[in-house]
């Protein structure tokens, strides 16, 4: 199995995003059998979406697959 970090750094506008939703939204990516830069877009995009931030970036640090470790940032 493939283990990553997520880290999430972004201004609010109107919206902010509650610890528990994110968690919940975060566990969700558990089993997706996709590759690190999809899913990282793909969280990216959602909090775009339903939050509206004024700046956010999605960083996935991604532990080592045949010896090629991988980091992903995706910012809006």
């Not at 970090?5 to 089993?31: A, D, H, Q």
Request: a positive charge; proline letters at 4%; one cysteine or more.
């Amino acid at each position: 199995p493939d283990f990553g970090t997520i880290t999430i750094e972004y201004v609010p506008n109107k919206r902010c995003i509650e610890s528990k939703s994110l968690k919940l939204f975060l566990g969700s990516f558990r089993n997706e059998g996709s590759f690190a830069e999809t899913i990282t877009n793909r969280i990216r995009d959602e909090i775009v979406r339903t939050c509206k931030p004024r700046k956010l970036a999605v960083t996935g640090d991604f532990t080592a697959r045949g010896g090629i470790s991988i980091r992903v940032v995706a910012s809006a």
